[in-house]
């Protein structure tokens, strides 16, 4: 009984798309240790980085932009490279213990670094959008805008986003039907 009721889970999670069957696993290994301290060091700089060099390009003629495969190209040696170097040795900290390598760099923590970066990398298409209302109201209008309302003001419409995103979910992410061709090559790249 358990097994069957398996396959047809299993068979209900499978995309209608055929792309996506061959390229998208369907298997987890649950014992993959994902929030560790080599995810949260290379996911916040390497959200940080892109924003700051994305912003800081925009503001060219040709605007250069840094998208999220350059990161997740550019993790996988360092993320290995951590793994070899860093201590096993196991922290408290109250009644929680860490350590700083639990093990090989594995696919969880190398999926959740390009979700960072591609946050920090405004969805591949380079600044936030309200960097250029900022800028509108210095350069044009003149006018001076702290940086605590510049701050909130990106903050705000950014989380906006997200909310929206939240909120539109079970319409544009969960059906099989609504597949991203573009993701589909940053799938494999983790493969």
Not at 3 to 31: A, F, G, M, R, Y
Request: proline share 5%; glycine share 6%; with cysteine.
């Amino acid at each position: 009984m358990d097994i069957e009721i398996s396959k047809l889970e299993v068979e209900d999670d499978l995309s209608p798309v055929e792309q996506v069957c061959l390229t998208v696993s369907n298997e987890d290994d649950p014992t993959l240790p994902i929030w560790t301290f080599r995810m949260w060091t290379l996911g916040l700089l390497s959200c940080v980085l892109l924003s700051f060099l994305n912003t800081f390009f925009s503001y060219r003629t040709e605007p250069f932009v840094i998208t999220m495969i350059t990161i997740q190209v550019i993790t996988l040696p360092i993320g290995r490279f951590m793994a070899r170097t860093l201590p096993t040795r196991k922290f408290s900290i109250g009644s929680m213990e860490f350590s700083l390598n639990p093990g090989p760099f594995n696919k969880k923590e190398h999926v959740l670094i390009s979700i960072f970066a591609n946050a920090g990398a405004g969805f591949g298409s380079g600044t936030a959008y309200a960097i250029g209302i900022v800028d509108i109201i210095k350069v044009f209008y003149h006018q001076k805008i702290s940086f605590l309302a510049s701050w909130i003001l990106v903050n705000t419409t950014q989380v906006l986003g997200y909310g929206w995103a939240g909120i539109l979910r079970k319409y544009v992410v969960d059906p099989g039907e609504m597949w991203w061709p573009a993701s589909l090559s940053q799938v494999n790249l983790f493969e």
